[in-house]
């Protein structure tokens, strides 16, 4: 800005007053104040973690069991249980979102009021504090669902009626949703018109038509749509602390109605409930420094995915 | 017309409150080429589009009259579009194959008619492609991406495409718009070959390319249809001033 100012004669490109300069250089201040604390605050928390994380951070860490009432030995069992959570609730969540997708992008009618109503419920279920879907999943899954199930085929003895990995993932599929129906939508769209027009002139079926040349298409954002997901679902904690997460379990989860422990909430035991901080105070940051490493690289897959995509659509 | 393939009776379409085709009543013979022409905004491709109900897929389309292929209205309640559409191919202006395989791009319309038989697959992408003139350029490549190939063959494969399908009827959008000249001569050559067997009717915007390929010339203006005739007729002594001024290059 400075230099198309005529030295001489300050004023005969643009008429702002010193006082204006002095206003709008305060505000360019501001910005860039604001940019540099951004990165700030990202680096200091990598670089905290990081540094704290480094010295428990090893191969045994991540495969072992806790030891000595979790004050030592690794997180094995929360990073199984958090893998069993995600794949799961992709099973329960992607079908659904895929096919919520379709249903929106390819059949739904322009001025459709169902689909309106899909869309605000879907755009209302991706606001919603996830801490709601924890005591949902609650009172319908456990509560509702599972003692119903106990009471009509286990003569009211309690098997499903409890926190346990289905309950967890289907209450994590319903948070995820919005992310995956969003993801496959933009990617159904993507598909040009002329691609679908000459499937339908060969006297293809719409379904057929969705099926051979629609979906084949899509199916790189229908992945960028689950890895979303599944990042989002192994750092959310909420849903899942009174739907099947456990303090600690001497073995791996067997079958869907077992308890699983979880990398989210590990963290949050080891700072909350921790007998000994001083021992617990390096897991804690080993946990967090896994947990970041898996949601990161599971982001970055998905942006790399995208912008190629996008690319190719171009 | 004994040999009519094609009879439209007041046929009018509107896109919501606009009327875009206006009481259109013609004939098409059978195993000729029919050139749509006139200027752009007429009506012609969209009166093609309603030849294979391509226009059902807009929504707020309304479409009056009838549409008689071989004597049956074709927006008869009872008559399935999908049928209509095998009997009917269509080549489009921009050449649109799917992004597979050279060979799955012919297989796809009889795959979705339920040929699964590999050696009648294989039957069928070599009839159509010998028939659209491409197979001696493309049958050591078959497993190629079509997306590989020139506007031209891209083109050639798209009417291999269609054939495959064994319609009776072929519509062309100006499907040799966006070609090269030599890609052009090709197309040309290739619609005098196909009429032997099919009926062929193609919307052009280049006067020459009508007078070279078709045997009928129906000329289209403002939604209407002005005059349709054997093309020497249309193109040497008109029957209307307006498809004379605008043959000869007065308007449009």
């Known amino acids: 800005m400075d230099k198309i100012i005529d030295k001489e004669n300050p004023h005969f490109f643009s008429n702002t007053t010193n006082n204006a300069d002095v206003k709008g250089k305060f505000f360019i201040g501001i910005t860039q104040l604001a940019v540099v604390l951004i990165i700030a605050i990202l680096f200091i928390i990598l670089g905290i973690i990081v540094f704290e994380g480094r010295e428990k951070f090893s191969w045994e860490f991540i495969s072992s069991f806790p030891t000595d009432g979790m004050t030592k030995g690794g997180v094995l069992p929360a990073i199984i249980g958090t893998f069993i959570l995600v794949v799961v609730m992709s099973i329960a969540a992607v079908p659904f979102g895929t096919i919520t997708a379709i249903y929106l992008t390819e059949y739904a009618k322009e001025n459709s009021k169902i689909a309106a109503a899909v869309r605000f419920s879907v755009r209302t279920l991706a606001v919603v504090p996830s801490i709601i879907f924890g005591l949902f999943g609650l009172g319908f899954f456990i509560q509702f669902l599972g003692t119903g199930l106990d009471e009509t085929f286990n003569g009211g003895e309690l098997h499903w009626g409890q926190p346990n990995i289905l309950w967890a993932s289907l209450t994590m599929s319903l948070l995820t949703l919005p992310v995956i129906i969003v993801s496959v939508e933009e990617a159904l769209k993507t598909i040009p018109r002329e691609l679908r027009e000459a499937s339908l002139a060969l006297g293809a079926t719409k379904w057929q038509t969705i099926k051979n040349i629609v979906l084949p298409g899509s199916i790189s954002g229908i992945m960028t749509g689950t890895i979303l997901a599944v990042s989002r679902g192994a750092g959310e904690v909420a849903p899942i602390l009174f739907t099947g997460a456990a303090y600690y379990l001497a073995t791996l989860p067997e079958s869907l109605s077992d308890q699983f422990m979880n990398l989210g909430y590990h963290i949050y035991i080891m700072s909350t409930q921790s007998s000994d901080v001083e021992k617990t105070m390096p897991i804690q940051f080993a946990t967090t420094l896994v947990l970041l490493i898996l949601t990161l690289s599971l982001n970055l897959v998905a942006v790399i995915i995208r912008s190629r995509i996008r690319r190719k659509s171009k | ?252």
């Open chain 2, 1 to 252: 017309m004994k040999n009519t393939k094609i009879e439209v009776k007041d046929l009018s379409l509107y896109y919501g409150e606009k009327q875009a085709l206006k009481n259109i009543s013609l004939e098409i013979p059978r195993n000729k080429v029919t050139a749509l022409i006139g200027p752009s905004g007429c009506g012609k491709s969209t009166f093609l589009r309603c030849i294979n109900r391509m226009n059902d897929l807009i929504p707020s389309v309304k479409i009056t009259g009838e549409m008689l292929v071989e004597g049956i209205d074709i927006y008869d309640k009872n008559v399935d579009v999908v049928n209509i559409r095998k009997k009917i191919g269509m080549v489009f202006q921009k050449s649109n194959p799917f992004p597979k395989s050279i060979y799955e791009n012919v297989a796809y319309g009889p795959k979705i008619n339920g040929i699964n038989n590999k050696t009648e697959l294989d039957e069928i992408v070599e009839t159509s492609l010998r028939q659209a003139a491409i197979w001696d350029e493309l049958k050591d490549r078959l497993d190629d991406s079509a997306m590989g190939l020139s506007g031209g063959q891209q083109q050639r494969l798209c009417i291999a495409r269609t054939l495959a399908v064994s319609p009776d009827i072929i519509l062309m959008d100006e499907p040799a718009s966006a070609l090269d000249p030599i890609s052009t001569s090709k197309i040309e050559e290739l619609v005098h070959e196909l009429k032997e067997q099919y009926t062929i009717i193609i919307v052009t915007h280049n006067m020459q390319q009508a007078a070279r390929t078709s045997d009928y010339t129906a000329f289209f203006y403002l939604g209407e249809l002005i005059e349709l005739g054997k093309t020497n007729t249309i193109f040497t002594k008109p029957e209307q001033k307006q498809t004379e001024d605008y043959i000869t290059g007065r308007f449009g």
